[in-house]
């Protein structure tokens, strides 16, 4: 099983949408978790990190954690096109200094 | 606001020769860290680096190799280039352990070889 998993292909969300994605990880002593936004061309942009079970929002965006079931999921409200990206999940494990990266879900807004 | 710059933004290099690959950051981070993205295969970890003179491989540590000299700089080292190498190469930093783990990337440089 490998450690961090994006399963979904390519999300299209109309503007003004909510955007849903999730991230599922096998190692269940994993202690830190982040979303990143990555630009075609350009390197990934951290926009959200969790470390505790339950929601976090930030502005458009809200994280939710959920360690019994070993998810993490990133909501996008009120979608926009400059909200079109691929968005890594990642995973920090205890003792372990490395993130493990999932591959990434393509989000496209449509207008 | 972190910031990590890489040397060079696009890069084309001959089959054989040696490159190097600068990044530098300016958050007196303690750790340092070089991937490679390639489309389907995602962002894979070449080297890492906990501390000045310190190196630790990562995923895919095979034709490369990796210097830190000052705590702010972490160099790429590719001995002989060749074309599999031909790739998107990422610098990250982040605080020590315990601090904040969240790792922060540089721009990114392309490096072509022919």
């Known amino acids: 099983q490998k450690e961090v998993e994006q399963n979904s292909g390519p999300l299209s969300v109309p503007e003004g949408a909510i955007a849903s994605l999730n991230c599922t990880y096998s190692?269940?002593?994993?202690?830190?978790f982040f979303w990143y936004r990555q630009y075609s061309g350009k390197s990934p942009e951290l926009i959200m990190s969790i470390y505790s079970n339950g929601d976090k929002e930030d502005g458009r965006f809200t994280a939710q954690l959920n360690k019994a079931s070993q998810y993490v999921s990133l909501l996008i409200r009120d979608s926009q096109p400059s909200d079109s990206a691929t968005y890594l999940c990642?995973?920090?494990?205890?003792?372990?200094?490395?993130?493990?990266f999932g591959k990434g879900n393509q989000v496209v807004v449509i207008p | 606001d972190v910031k990590v710059t890489q040397s060079s933004r696009y890069l084309v290099k001959r089959t054989g020769e040696k490159v190097f690959l600068e990044c530098v950051q300016d958050?007196?981070?303690?750790?340092m860290f070089w991937y490679r993205q390639d489309p389907g295969l995602g962002l894979r970890l070449i080297y890492f680096s906990y501390d000045v003179k310190m190196k630790e491989k990562g995923d895919i540590p095979e034709g490369y190799s990796v210097s830190r000299e000052k705590k702010e700089r972490f160099s790429l080292i590719l001995e002989s280039a060749s074309t599999n190498q031909t790739s998107m190469y990422l610098c990250a930093s982040s605080p020590p352990s315990g601090t904040s783990d969240e790792q922060y990337f540089g721009p990114g440089t392309r490096l072509t070889v022919t």
């Open positions: 190692d269940r002593v994993s202690q830190s």
């Open positions: 990642a995973v920090l494990t205890y003792g372990n200094n490395r993130l493990a």
């Open positions: 958050m007196d981070h303690e750790n």
